[in-house]
């Protein structure tokens, strides 16, 4: 069953644009911090961006400053990542991770601390 249903991902060609989205289903994401994460082909995750659930703190990996946007509609229990200006080097399986001690941003926690996890989407930018 799962908690944290991921969508959005996509082929797109470079300087396109994608949001995703992770839907919350059966816990209340506004008392939760929130992880992005991406995985490329013979990496390791990385983070992307997190989002305290305290005081709505915000952080990005230097790599996507001023091109992604984390953002939360407690409403719809979603939160989402706008990515703009995609390169090539995006490309790559991307989470979201929702953290319930509320320690994740500005710094990520290790993957293991993060309560749920959404099943990752596909972003691939090429020409």
């Known amino acids: 069953q799962l908690h944290f249903v991921e969508s959005g991902g996509a082929l797109v060609q470079p300087g396109g644009s994608l949001r995703l989205s992770c839907a919350a289903s059966e816990f209340t994401l506004d008392s939760y911090a929130i992880g992005w994460f991406r995985q490329a082909p013979g990496k390791e995750r990385e983070g992307v961006s997190c989002?305290?659930?305290?005081?709505?703190?915000?952080n990005y990996a230097d790599s996507v400053k001023g091109r992604f946007t984390i953002s939360r509609d407690n409403a719809k229990n979603t939160v989402y990542l706008q990515m703009n200006n995609l390169k090539p080097e995006d490309t790559a399986v991307y989470y979201c991770?929702?953290?319930?001690?509320?320690?994740?941003?500005?710094?990520?926690?290790?993957?293991?601390?993060?309560?749920?996890w959404g099943q990752g989407t596909q972003v691939t930018v090429s020409s």
């Open positions: 991770a929702a953290d319930r001690s509320g320690l994740t941003c500005p710094k990520w926690l290790p993957l293991y601390e993060y309560d749920y």
């Open positions: 989002m305290s659930s305290s005081d709505g703190t915000t």
